[in-house]
């Protein structure tokens, strides 16, 4: 058995051209994979081995703590090899055909309570023209749940703060109008009259050339150069914010979008809608959610119900 995997390792290297560390991994995968058969199964051909003995090595290899990233690798590895030895007549049969990799996990997202969103969003002072960019960056992210990359792409004349509406280009740059909420417009319009003037001066004051100068007074956000603001550049004011505020754990730029997501749901907002205004294109990916909704509420009862 180890000489057909000698010459499946040959076949990767000249035929299908694979690069070293995918042709390492191949071989740990299998000699894993063949080390169990001979060893637990007692198989002595490659005729011999079945579907459940597959299953078999895939649940030992998940009680030994395997991840699912880890065990869909090796499910890879055995369907190719299977596949090889079928190919070349070095078996009658592929026992893999009907074998799926492990669906992967996928981590419940972070988000803030609400007592945390307004301790964070109540932060910024709102006092010279950085703190009322950052009090409106983070009330329009919180009060539309759009990521942070579409709302570094917005341009001025993208708010209509009197209609109380944002247009944001997502994802293939399919645009969206989500609606605003008083509070947002009012952090809107404050940066807008009082604040952002100041960073376009920033601007005129730099040696820069007509075409950046026009393309940066369109960005609605703006750096302390009068430029665009960037991802990097926003993330790094989130931080030193969210520390000032005393919010605990980690935080990322998405965080505002989960939590805008979860607490709409949480008050009862239709799945849909909220599909529409995240501007997803699969309401499953929606759906996780949902999820951290019920282990909300599951948390909230097990402390506060007398009986839980």
Same mark, same amino acid.
């Given at each position: 058995?180890?000489?057909?995997?000698?010459?499946?390792?040959?076949?990767?290297?000249?035929?299908?051209?694979?690069?070293?560390?995918?042709?390492?991994?191949?071989?740990?995968?299998?000699?894993?994979?063949?080390?169990?058969?001979?060893?637990? #199964?007692?198989?002595?051909?490659?005729?011999?081995?079945?579907?459940?003995?597959?299953?078999?090595?895939?649940?030992?290899?998940?009680?030994?703590?395997?991840?699912?990233?880890?065990?869909?690798?090796?499910?890879?590895?055995?369907?190719?090899?299977?596949?090889?030895?079928?190919? #070349?007549?070095?078996?009658?049969?592929?026992?893999?055909?009907?074998?799926?990799?492990?669906? &992967?996990?996928? &981590?419940?997202?972070?988000?803030?309570?609400?007592?945390?969103? #307004?301790?964070?969003?109540?932060?910024?002072?709102?006092?010279?023209?950085?703190?009322?960019?950052?009090?409106?960056?983070?009330?329009?992210?919180?009060?539309?749940?759009?990521?942070?990359?579409?709302?570094?792409?917005?341009?001025?004349?993208?708010?209509?703060?009197?209609?109380?509406?944002?247009?944001?280009?997502?994802?293939?740059?399919?645009?969206?109008?989500?609606?605003?909420?008083?509070?947002?417009?009012?952090?809107?319009?404050?940066?807008? #009259?009082?604040?952002?003037?100041?960073?376009?001066?920033?601007?005129?004051?730099?040696?820069?050339?007509?075409?950046?100068?026009?393309?940066?007074?369109?960005?609605?956000?703006?750096?302390?150069?009068?430029?665009?603001?960037?991802?990097?550049?926003?993330?790094?004011?989130?931080?030193?914010?969210?520390?000032?505020?005393?919010?605990?754990?980690?935080?990322?730029?998405?965080?505002?979008?989960?939590?805008?997501?979860?607490?709409?749901?949480?008050?009862?907002?239709?799945?849909?809608?909220?599909?529409?205004?995240?501007?997803?294109?699969?309401? &499953?990916?929606?759906?996780?959610?949902?999820?951290?909704?019920?282990?909300?509420?599951?948390?909230?009862?097990?402390?506060?119900?007398?009986?839980?």
């Amino acid at each position: 058995m180890d000489d057909y995997l000698k010459n499946f390792m040959q076949f990767l290297l000249v035929e299908k051209r694979v690069a070293k560390n995918t042709l390492l991994s191949y071989e740990r995968d299998l000699k894993t994979y063949l080390h169990y058969l001979k060893n637990v #199964e007692a198989i002595e051909s490659y005729n011999q081995v079945q579907r459940a003995h597959i299953i078999h090595f895939l649940s030992f290899l998940k009680e030994q703590g395997k991840s699912t990233k880890t065990l869909a690798r090796h499910v890879a590895s055995i369907r190719a090899y299977h596949q090889f030895l079928l190919r #070349e007549q070095m078996s009658n049969q592929d026992p893999s055909v009907f074998i799926d990799p492990p669906k &992967s996990e996928r &981590s419940m997202p972070k988000v803030l309570s609400i007592k945390e969103v #307004e301790k964070l969003l109540d932060f910024p002072n709102g006092q010279g023209h950085f703190g009322l960019r950052d009090k409106a960056m983070l009330e329009l992210l919180y009060a539309t749940g759009i990521r942070v990359s579409e709302l570094i792409q917005i341009d001025i004349d993208h708010v209509n703060v009197t209609m109380g509406f944002v247009t944001v280009s997502g994802k293939n740059y399919k645009e969206r109008i989500i609606p605003i909420g008083k509070t947002a417009a009012v952090a809107l319009k404050d940066y807008i #009259e009082k604040g952002r003037p100041n960073f376009v001066t920033k601007n005129e004051n730099h040696s820069v050339n007509f075409l950046q100068e026009n393309h940066a007074e369109r960005a609605l956000f703006l750096n302390h150069h009068g430029k665009r603001l960037t991802r990097q550049g926003f993330w790094k004011i989130l931080k030193k914010l969210a520390q000032e505020a005393g919010i605990e754990g980690e935080l990322t730029p998405n965080t505002l979008r989960h939590s805008f997501a979860t607490h709409l749901l949480e008050n009862g907002a239709d799945l849909k809608a909220v599909q529409e205004m995240l501007g997803h294109a699969d309401i &499953s990916t929606t759906q996780i959610y949902t999820q951290v909704t019920k282990t909300r509420l599951k948390d909230v009862y097990s402390k506060f119900h007398p009986r839980a």
